[in-house]
């Protein structure tokens, strides 16, 4: 009888020498104790090992199935002349005797058998040893493994990690490179490093040009446009820079090749980047683009670890630092990390880009979690959850822009009383109300010396403006840079920006208010040092005071029709109640 | 307007915790290691007492369980990982006291239920780079982390295979000291029997984790346990001894013994 047995190695096959040993089942096992009663029972007959590890991956996942792969028919056509064959599964047994007509036996015995073979399977086989056999194993196991979870290269995001590392790598090389060559060649032409700009364009220049007296003769409309290509070649005959041998030029020239090769090499990379991301996260790259994404997708170390957090921590990634300061300190915590590059975020107004990353943070940790663990492979999701972002969007400008275009009757929007806010307008919540002088209704005594008064304001004005006024001027522009500069800084902190405007807003026209009141106390205080004035002055003020109560008159009309037909309208709405 | 948030996340900056009964191991704390009775377990003593496992991955946390730095007489480093027994049946049957838990450095172990490997990753500190690790699991998502655990270590054979069919994973394990099973099944008994039958050598121990719940919800945990090792006995194993998993899981026990145990000679008289 023989005896089929499969190792990680291959396939071995086993003459039983002595099978009355068979028959006592209880026993068998003592046979097995040491090599040398073993062999007493069982010898090797033959062994078939596998070539590489793909033919054992192949052959084991066909032995799982219970069916024979091509090897062992091959193997066992050769072997198994007339004689049983044990096996250790009925069914690949039953699979053996149809294809290659061999009697195949399993049961208790041999079961027994099996056990004993196992345990002196390293001395049975010569030539296989401990140490060959478990790295056999290991190999063997991994592979299956991976066969199992279908396992495949193009889902791999340890290609997308690399990449984007490389990528930042290359930058700071092609960098440093870049700026080498302008040194460099700065010995030989330095006013070139003025003129020409972009590296890439001036790494191609010089590789053109080599020696600068070259420059004359050259065309550089490929690699420059007409007006530098014009500075350049003036540049080049009144250089200020000191000769340079051929040798050391062609060193340089080989330092330019060097970053035009590793610029092109950044460019496919990048484009690599795009096609894996897309392969790998198609839903992710949809919501954030790609280099959002890989970004992301690195700083956890693994799709599967971003799919494990939560949306507020992928609002955060890349902000740790600003964070647990935050923590710390008991400030406000950062708004965005890393998501702050996201196109959606971009794109949002400066008040806006909160909230919008937010929203984009808990439609990317979904994104991520579908491409992590599922198994569809199109970007639809993705596709439709950015519609919805780019609505709400657009929601969020509208309602903007409708408390910023005006409210009820002018006054400012009262907020709620927070006094837990560190930076606020302290206690005052609407502005206190100043007394605004130039909005006075005078009697005619005063009222031509009022109009004369706006008249002169108006005059003035239209003149070029004193040096009073540009002082009052300057002054009230530096209060509102400071203004913006407070704002701007409170903005970085990471405050609400909302409230912040509407307290410059608040500010502002408080200042408006005080300022107009100086200016008109000022210009009051000029007029009346100024009496005596001259007859052209008095006509050019009785006409522009004509015009001015011409003006002042229909809007006084406009007024008084505007109040008659609100109180035509009270009367109707009275006259309606009544009715009721 | 986000309100500053101060107190509610003292849990963030806590890297990620040695689970939910080790509340004193916090980072930065002093602890002497000592070896545990069973070969391979050490104990870290400190403000609280933890088990744990000298790393074979020096530097790397499995699970985010917290790791111990040692360093010896002669100047090298040692470091040691806490075992949760928590999240582990072993080690609470180790703090529960059984007598032998049979898995030494050097021993070949045929681990049944692997899950993501958290345990199986102590049971390979403990066997070392001499021993070897049979894991079987059956979920492809718990499979995976298995595999990704077993990248970095060599002693690590996992298997993604159904622990009910030991003859298609029979090419891949050679013969074992002791089988270790937390398949949680209502067959388990006869699960853990067929891969003895294939793998488990003559003499060998079997340490297998029983829970009460899942074998029969309606019966008492005892009798669950009784019917458990009665049938085992019928299959030609021998249980030694039995422990409870008490305050670590509830209607758990740990049921330890041989398989085909060489009778004793009677002396002759």
Not at chain 2, 179 to 198: C, E, G, K, M, T
Request: with cysteine; glycine share 8%; net charge positive.
């Amino acid at each position: 009888m023989l005896v089929l047995f499969e190792t990680p190695a291959g396939f071995a096959i086993f003459k039983v020498v002595d099978e009355g040993k068979l028959t006592k089942v209880e026993d068998l096992w003592k046979e097995f104790t040491t090599c040398e009663s073993a062999r007493q029972v069982v010898n090797l007959k033959a062994f078939q090992k596998f070539e590489n590890t793909a033919e054992a991956l192949s052959a084991t996942t066909l032995l799982i199935d219970s069916k024979p792969s091509k090897g062992l028919r091959k193997f066992l056509r050769a072997h198994c002349d007339g004689e049983t064959l044990a096996v250790s599964d009925s069914k690949l047994g039953n699979a053996i005797k149809e294809k290659l007509k061999i009697d195949c036996v399993h049961n208790n015995a041999v079961m027994e058998l099996m056990r004993g073979l196992r345990n002196q399977l390293t001395e049975l086989i010569s030539g296989l040893g401990v140490q060959d056999l478990s790295p056999m194993s290991l190999g063997l196991s991994h592979s299956l493994s991976r066969y199992k979870l279908k396992f495949s290269p193009d889902k791999v995001d340890t290609m997308i990690i690399q990449a984007i590392g490389l990528l930042d790598d290359l930058d700071k090389e092609l960098n440093t490179y870049a700026m080498r060559v302008r040194e460099w060649y700065g010995w030989h032409f330095p006013e070139l490093a003025k003129i020409v700009q972009d590296n890439i364009q001036y790494a191609k220049v010089v590789k053109l040009m080599g020696n600068r007296v070259n420059a004359v003769n050259l065309d550089f409309s490929e690699v420059l446009p007409e007006d530098t290509e014009a500075e350049l070649k003036e540049a080049a005959v009144i250089s200020m820079g000191t000769e340079v041998s051929d040798l050391d030029l062609l060193n340089i020239r080989e330092l330019c090749d060097q970053v035009l090769a590793l610029s092109e090499y950044r460019a496919q990379l990048y484009d690599y980047l795009r096609s894996r991301m897309n392969t790998i996260a198609p839903n992710l790259t949809a919501l954030v683009g790609e280099l959002v994404g890989a970004r992301l997708i690195a700083h956890t170390g693994s799709l599967l670890n971003l799919a494990k957090q939560p949306g507020s921590t992928v609002q955060i990634l890349g902000a740790e630092k600003a964070l647990f300061r935050a923590l710390k300190t008991k400030h406000a915590t950062p708004k965005y990390g890393l998501i702050f590059h996201a196109s959606l975020v971009g794109q949002a107004a400066p008040k806006l880009k909160g909230r919008i990353s937010r929203s984009l943070a808990s439609k990317t940790a979904l994104a991520v979690r579908y491409d992590a663990l599922c198994d569809n492979q199109d970007n639809t999701m993705g596709l439709e959850n950015r519609l919805k972002l780019e609505t709400r969007l657009r929601v969020l400008e509208g309602r903007e822009l409708g408390r910023s275009a005006g409210l009820k009757r002018g006054k400012p929007m009262i907020e709620a009383y927070d006094k837990d806010r560190k930076k606020g307008s302290g206690a005052l919540i609407t502005p206190a109300k100043t007394y605004n002088p130039s909005a006075d209704m005078l009697l005619e005594q005063n009222g031509a010396s009022n109009e004369e008064n706006t008249a002169k304001k108006r005059k003035h004005e239209d003149e070029e403006p004193k040096p009073a006024e540009e002082v009052e001027k300057w002054k009230k522009k530096k209060r509102e840079s400071e203004v913006e500069i407070n704002g701007v800084k409170n903005e970085s902190v990471g405050f609400d920006a909302e409230s912040e405007g509407r307290e410059k807003k608040e500010k502002r026209k408080k200042k408006k208010k005080t300022e107009a009141s100086m200016e008109s106390d000022e210009q009051n205080a000029q007029e009346i040092s100024n009496e005596h004035v001259s007859k052209e002055d008095k006509k050019k003020k009785k006409k522009q005071a004509e015009v001015e109560e011409v003006v002042r008159r229909e809007a006084e009309e406009q007024e008084e029709s505007e109040k008659s037909i609100k109180k035509e309208k009270k009367k109707k709405k009275k006259k309606k109640k009544k009715e009721k | 307007m986000r309100p500053p948030r101060g107190g509610g996340f003292r849990g963030r900056s806590d890297g990620g915790g040695g689970g939910r009964g080790r509340g004193g191991m916090k980072s930065g704390n002093r602890v002497v290691v000592q070896p545990h009775r069973h070969d391979g377990v050490f104990v870290a003593k400190g403000k609280e007492d933890a088990l744990c496992t000298r790393n074979l991955v020096t530097g790397e946390s499995v699970y985010g369980e917290k790791r111990v730095s040692v360093q010896n007489e002669d100047g090298t480093k040692v470091e040691y990982r806490v075992w949760n027994p928590f999240r582990s049946k072993l080690a609470a049957a180790i703090l529960g006291g059984v007598d032998n838990i049979w898995i030494t450095p050097g021993s070949r172990v045929l681990y049944l239920g692997a899950a993501s490997g958290t345990t199986v990753s102590h049971v390979s500190d403990i066997v070392g780079p001499t021993g070897m690790v049979y894991a079987v699991e059956f979920s492809h998502r718990s499979g995976r982390d298995l595999v990704n655990m077993a990248k970095k270590r060599t002693n690590i054979i996992p298997i993604i295979e159904d622990a009910r069919h030991p003859a298609k994973y029979r090419m891949l394990v050679g013969m074992v000291d002791v089988i270790f099973s937390d398949v949680a099944q209502p067959d388990q008994a006869r699960i853990l029997a067929l891969n003895a039958s294939y793998f488990l050598k003559n003499g060998g121990h079997f340490v297998i984790s029983i829970k009460a719940n899942c074998i029969d919800s309606t019966v008492p945990a005892e009798a669950v346990f009784a019917q458990v090792v009665k049938t085992l006995q019928v299959d030609q194993f021998k249980p030694s001894e039995q422990v409870t998993l008490e305050p670590f899981e509830r209607d758990h026990a740990c049921v330890v013994g041989g398989y085909r145990m060489p009778k004793k000679q009677k002396a002759a008289p």
